[in-house]
């Protein structure tokens, strides 16, 4: 038997057959064994000694697993060619080794244009992206072509760094070879190569120029360019024209369709591209297409959807849940959303993050910063994300002790507060606006000056801090530096601050300039909101007349409840009682009869006017109509303890010494009142003057 089968392996004219068999064995995906046994009959047969067939035994070993037989067989050879060197040097950069693969790369007596293209994709393929980059200028310099294989892992490489000055670069070289502008390869890498660095028209270009030449990777490439540049809405029309042109949409198309019905509420396409895939058996239970489902549902409101959806899902996983808390947030439903997060078996920071976020979304600020204790406990790593959202719950509850204890953990993070791969200048902004809410400026001021780099959003939320808090001519200084140098344009927020900061400074001229040049220097048209600032502006220092010309005459838009109280409040601090009442009637034709807002304010200027009977007939017309004063509240943080107070709210413990501490306060107020001019008001005077003060008391 033994004999007949050396009688076989003697009588073959050429080793085919032995490359054959490990072909089959790599594409079988046989194990190692089966190559091992292929090999031993080479060793017998005439050709153990053959370059070829040890070349092709190098790359079935590889390919299957066995790396150090692959060694064995090269380190063995008596003589090796460069493909037996390629063969090894492309395993070993398949596989990661790219420092063994480099060693290699290094001894070769002799290298080709496959070694250069092995390099190259071997380090693009593990994100080592500038020594693929250099790897690709060498293979250049030292005069070997670049074919499509080397010049799209190079554009990979670039997409991955978003380097468009080297992608062009590349660009260039490939439009110097009119064959490789065909190459549907080349040309879906250099659209996705524009589309990962922001550059959507080239990207659109590149894929124009392949008409005739596309595939669905193309497709793909700038459907995904438009989901994650914009306009999105761009996304849904070349699927539109992807389907009309007879293409079959494959999960990486599907799944960036659903992300941009996500991120526009497209709900009926959204539903259309769910019946699709709901009738195809293969993409049916796709995890990441299932993913997407959850989350498109969740954002466009439709929480029972996407929890049919989740709940008919063979294997949930951390993103789904995810998803599923993130819609119950948005639908204001934060015990589902806390319940679904208990039930997580895996978190991630990802999944408290939309749990913090939720809370912080409805206000529910405490919960918010509760459960960031609680992920500090298990030890869990904030993000960025993690403290943007703590931060505006600190600024929102006036909590600066603990808004103070995350600005340390903000900077033991080492957040620097700069743009890049992961941008955190959005924290250094929220930092500025959590000092500002809580009345510290120059601590907003000092984290501004300290910040890398600024957006717009960080001069925006210095000038508005700076302005809510009085520091009006500050205000103003820092908008002239922005417009100095600091490449931001100023937006309608920045103008908001401006204004604001002219009324709170008392510059009615200067409001007036910038107020009436808006649109002409800066390209911002006045919106509702500036009309709003230049009404308080001009209310604050007694225009009232103008203030109404203002609201009646030069408005584009319809007054709100917000500028017609605007002006109500400055007749009121100027005891315009005739103007007051027809802004107050005009007030309540716009505003909602529940709010006792308008009734208020008129009632206290009659008051202040000593128009008792007056003052009756407008409490008389809130009881008429069903309306009742809300009952206001506030609160002070005393050793890490809050008290709140409510109006007639009698339960404080140590109620009698707070109020005996108003009297003595009340009275240092009015130093020319004695007890005598006291006695002297009249009755219904002592009626409201004695609620006004005990209203404001507690």
């Known amino acids: 038997m033994a004999r007949n089968s050396f009688l076989k392996l003697a009588s073959l004219t050429n080793s085919s057959p032995f490359a054959n068999l490990l072909d089959s064995c790599i594409k079988s995906k046989l194990p190692p064994n089966d190559v091992r046994t292929v090999h031993a009959s080479i060793i017998k047969s005439p050709f153990s000694n053959e370059i070829f067939i040890h070349n092709r035994l190098i790359d079935a070993y590889a390919k299957r697993g066995s790396l150090q037989d692959a060694r064995k067989v090269f380190d063995e050879m008596p003589h090796r060619n460069v493909y037996t060197w390629n063969t090894l040097v492309t395993a070993l950069a398949k596989l990661g080794l790219l420092e063994e693969a480099e060693t290699l790369f290094r001894s070769m007596p002799e290298r080709d244009q496959c070694t250069w293209n092995s390099m190259v994709s071997g380090f693009a393929q593990r994100n080592r992206c500038e020594e693929a980059l250099r790897y690709l200028a060498s293979m250049h310099k030292e005069g070997f072509s670049l074919n499509e294989y080397s010049l799209a892992s190079g554009l990979s490489a670039c997409s991955s760094l978003s380097d468009v000055n080297r992608g062009v670069q590349i660009h260039s070289l490939i439009a110097k070879s009119p064959p490789l502008l065909s190459e549907v390869h080349i040309g879906s890498a250099l659209v996705d190569m524009y589309s990962k660095c922001g550059h959507v028209d080239d990207a659109q270009q590149c894929f124009d ?134 039930k997580m078996t895996e978190r991630n920071v990802v999944s408290w993050n939309a749990l913090i976020a939720g809370y912080t979304q409805n206000g529910e600020n405490e919960e918010a910063l509760s459960l960031f204790r609680l992920l500090k406990r298990e030890s869990v790593s904030p993000t960025h994300y993690t403290f943007a959202n703590i931060l505006k719950a600190c600024a929102d509850l006036a909590e600066l002790h603990l808004g103070m204890q995350a600005h340390v953990h903000v900077l033991k993070h080492g957040f620097k507060f700069q743009s890049g791969e992961e941008t955190d200048i959005f924290v250094g902004n929220s930092l500025i606006d959590m000092y500002v809410k809580c009345g510290c400026v120059e601590d907003g001021y000092l984290v501004f000056r300290k910040m890398v780099e600024r957006d717009r959003v960080s001069w925006n939320a210095m000038i508005i801090g700076f302005a809510q808090n009085g520091y009006g001519n500050e205000a103003l200084e820092l908008f002239r530096e922005m417009l100095g140098g600091s490449g931001e344009k100023p937006d309608h927020i920045t103008m908001i601050g401006v204004l604001s900061a002219c009324g709170h400074a008392g510059l009615v001229d200067q409001g007036r300039r910038y107020f009436s040049s808006m649109a002409r220097d800066f390209g911002v048209a006045p919106l509702r909101d500036h009309y709003t600032c230049m009404v308080d502006l001009l209310g604050r220092a007694g225009f009232l007349e103008e203030a109404k010309s ?37 007030l309540l034709e716009v505003e909602t009869s529940s709010n006792s807002g308008p009734y208020v304010l008129l009632s206290n200027m009659y008051a202040e006017n000593g128009q008792w009977e007056d003052v009756m007939n407008v409490r008389k017309s809130m009881r008429r109509e069903g309306v009742t004063k809300q009952p206001g509240f506030s609160w002070i943080e005393i050793q890490g303890r809050s008290h709140v107070f409510m109006v007639k709210d009698k339960r404080h413990p140590r109620k009698k010494q707070i109020h005996s501490l108003l009297d003595v306060l009340i009275a240092e107020m009015r130093p020319g009142q004695d007890h005598a001019e006291t006695r002297s008001l009249s009755s219904k005077e002592m009626v409201y003057s004695s609620s006004i003060l005990w209203d404001n008391a507690m």
């Open 209 to 342: 120029e392949l008409c005739g030449y596309r595939n669905v990777v193309t497709w793909n490439s700038l459907i995904t360019c438009y989901e994650q540049n914009g306009p999105v809405e761009e996304a849904l029309s070349v699927f539109n024209l992807m389907l009309r042109s007879g293409f079959e949409p494959d999960e990486v198309t599907l799944a960036s369709v659903i992300s941009a019905c996500a991120s526009l509420s497209a709900l009926k396409v959204g539903r259309e591209v769910h019946g699709r895939v709901a009738k195809d058996v293969k993409l049916r239970n796709d995890i990441i297409l299932s993913n997407a489902f959850v989350d498109m549902y969740a954002k466009c409101g439709r929480v029972k959807e996407a929890r049919i959806v989740f709940d008919s899902m063979p294997i949930r996983n951390a993103i789904a849940e995810t998803s599923m808390i993130s819609g119950y947030a948005m639908a204001a439903s934060t015990k589902a959303a806390r319940l679904m997060f208990t």
């Open 550 to 586: 203002m609201i009646e005459e030069e408005m584009p838009m319809e007054p709100d409840s917000v500028i017609w109280g605007s002006l109500l409040g400055a007749c009121k601090v100027h005891r315009n009682i005739t103007l007051g009442k027809y802004v107050a009637e005009k």
